[in-house]
């Protein structure tokens, strides 16, 4: 179960703090995830359940079943149903407050987080109804970052880019079918992002949201599952 940690955040990443400062109490969904490497296509399905206290349960259905939790202290879970094993840990990466979701639905779309991470704003340009704005890097990540490269259209990020620090493109991501979620309160219910993970591969990921549920009773109960007491640690 350790090795699949880190593909399980990669994931969650995208996926986190709908509600914590909104008027709702928690939220649903499901999604699909494709990724595509060399060739080969592997498909994720999971139910996400928040809740507005920073609490998150990700059911895992596909390829398979697992319970994630995670929370805003960076807290994590792993619940294995089949071998009734959990594995835990807690690192603020893991927080519900570090994903690119917590930005878009808490009125922090302008900077997607950069501002909080340390880079600084260097341009801004206007292209065909796009803002495009640069960023640099704190000095703590210029050795592996040179810039990001943001792109709003009607206020709304559609695009983000990273640099390496020889200036190629190391991770782009595409924000799209923005989905009203409440008043003044949008969200991209597709996500594609793309890792060069050398200058001739690289892996797609694809993601979409649906069946978006608020404030119902099944929320609750979602959010209220209970990992068996003699599940065994495997830390």
């Given at each position: 179960?350790?090795?699949?940690?880190?593909?399980?955040?990669?994931?969650?990443?995208?996926?986190?703090?709908?509600?914590?400062?909104?008027?709702?109490?928690?939220?649903?969904?499901?999604?699909?995830?494709?990724?595509?490497?060399?060739?080969y296509v592997?498909?994720?399905?999971?139910?996400?359940?928040?809740?507005?206290?920073?609490?998150?349960?990700?059911?895992?259905?596909?390829?398979?079943?697992?319970?994630?939790?995670?929370?805003?202290?960076?807290?994590?879970?792993?619940?294995?149903?089949e071998k009734?094993?959990?594995?835990?840990?807690?690192?603020?990466?893991?927080?519900?407050?570090?994903?690119?979701?917590?930005?878009?639905?808490?009125?922090?779309?302008?900077?997607?987080?950069?501002?909080?991470?340390?880079?600084?704003?260097?341009?801004?340009?206007?292209?065909?109804?796009?803002?495009?704005?640069?960023?640099?890097?704190?000095?703590?990540?210029?050795?592996?970052?040179?810039?990001?490269?943001?792109?709003?259209?009607?206020?709304?990020?559609?695009?983000?880019?990273?640099?390496?620090?020889?200036?190629?493109?190391?991770?782009?991501?595409?924000?799209?079918?923005?989905?009203?979620?409440?008043?003044?309160?949008?969200?991209?219910?597709?996500?594609?992002?793309?890792?060069?993970?050398?200058p001739s591969?690289?892996?797609?990921?694809?993601?979409?949201?649906?069946?978006?549920?608020?404030?119902?009773?099944?929320?609750?109960?979602?959010?209220?599952?209970?990992?068996?007491?003699?599940?065994?640690?495997?830390?």
């Amino acid at each position: 179960m350790k090795y699949l940690l880190s593909g399980l955040l990669l994931i969650l990443s995208t996926a986190a703090s709908f509600c914590q400062y909104n008027n709702f109490k928690n939220v649903s969904l499901e999604m699909e995830t494709e990724t595509a490497k060399s060739g080969y296509v592997s498909n994720v399905l999971a139910k996400i359940v928040y809740g507005n206290d920073g609490s998150m349960v990700s059911y895992y259905k596909s390829p398979k079943e697992y319970v994630v939790f995670n929370n805003a202290k960076g807290e994590i879970k792993i619940y294995d149903p089949e071998k009734n094993t959990v594995l835990q840990q807690q690192n603020y990466f893991y927080s519900t407050e570090t994903s690119q979701f917590y930005f878009f639905l808490n009125n922090k779309k302008s900077d997607l987080g950069l501002n909080q991470m340390g880079f600084t704003q260097s341009n801004v340009k206007f292209e065909e109804g796009l803002m495009i704005t640069e960023w640099l890097p704190p000095a703590q990540m210029a050795t592996q970052v040179s810039k990001v490269e943001l792109v709003h259209e009607n206020g709304d990020p559609i695009y983000i880019a990273y640099y390496d620090h020889e200036n190629n493109v190391s991770t782009k991501s595409y924000y799209y079918n923005y989905v009203d979620l409440a008043p003044q309160l949008n969200f991209p219910s597709s996500i594609t992002q793309i890792n060069y993970t050398t200058p001739s591969d690289s892996t797609i990921t694809r993601t979409k949201y649906t069946n978006i549920k608020l404030d119902k009773a099944e929320n609750v109960e979602s959010l209220n599952y209970k990992i068996p007491n003699d599940a065994k640690n495997i830390n």
